[in-house]
């Protein structure tokens, strides 16, 4: 539990780290200047007023970021590279997650963007370069008054199966 706090992980070199955030508010967590490998996993539980980043990073394995109940939350992931990265939000109302400037293997995102939330990909490098089986970018989330933007961004997997989308767009909610 964090009200008003921050948590600030800067030029580390960590092994297997696992954050879980209960009933966080007014609060920032930071991962900068650092490496994680072994499947960093980072879960927030009733996330009110909070902002998250991870900035000039590595990443190895699997990124899974488990967002349960986030309300007027700032997810920002900036000129880091990750191995694969899973978004998985139960409910976001009023919550933007952004990408920019990353470069992964595999992005995957389902669970729902409702109220005014916003996932959006800016200049980022999606490239499986591993697998032509696995496809590079998966989307499966469901998108109510909310946003999904893809922009100055590269989705490809050897040439072939880069982009799936299945999202199903509700009252409002844009692609583009």
């Given at each position: 539990?964090?009200?008003?706090?921050?948590?600030?992980?800067?030029?580390?070199?960590?092994?297997?780290?696992?954050?879980?955030?209960?009933?966080?508010?007014?609060?920032?967590?930071?991962?900068?200047?650092?490496?994680?490998?072994?499947?960093?996993?980072?879960?927030?539980?009733?996330?009110?007023?909070?902002?998250?980043?991870?900035?000039?990073?590595?990443?190895?394995?699997?990124?899974?970021?488990?967002?349960?109940?986030?309300?007027?939350?700032?997810?920002?992931?900036?000129?880091?590279?990750?191995?694969?990265?899973?978004?998985?939000p139960t409910t976001m109302k009023y919550t933007s997650a952004i990408l920019q400037n990353c470069?992964?293997?595999?992005?995957?995102?389902?669970?729902?963007?409702?109220?005014?939330?916003?996932l959006q990909l800016d200049q980022c490098n999606v490239i499986n370069t591993v697998s032509t089986?696995?496809?590079a970018f998966m989307n499966s989330a469901t998108f109510r008054d909310s946003l999904l933007e893809?922009?100055?961004?590269?989705?490809?997997?050897?040439?072939?199966?880069?982009?799936?989308?299945?999202?199903?767009?509700?009252?409002?909610?844009?692609?583009?």
């Amino acid at each position: 539990v964090m009200d008003s706090g921050l948590f600030v992980l800067n030029a580390s070199s960590v092994d297997a780290l696992t954050l879980s955030f209960v009933a966080i508010t007014n609060s920032q967590v930071a991962v900068m200047n650092s490496t994680l490998s072994s499947s960093p996993s980072f879960t927030f539980t009733t996330a009110t007023d909070f902002e998250f980043a991870i900035a000039n990073s590595t990443l190895a394995a699997t990124t899974t970021f488990t967002l349960t109940t986030a309300t007027n939350m700032t997810m920002l992931l900036t000129s880091s590279s990750f191995d694969k990265i899973r978004l998985l939000p139960t409910t976001m109302k009023y919550t933007s997650a952004i990408l920019q400037n990353c470069n992964m293997s595999t992005f995957f995102t389902s669970g729902t963007y409702s109220l005014n939330s916003t996932l959006q990909l800016d200049q980022c490098n999606v490239i499986n370069t591993v697998s032509t089986i696995t496809t590079a970018f998966m989307n499966s989330a469901t998108f109510r008054d909310s946003l999904l933007e893809i922009r100055r961004t590269t989705i490809d997997t050897n040439g072939i199966f880069a982009f799936f989308n299945n999202a199903h767009v509700y009252a409002g909610g844009i692609h583009r």
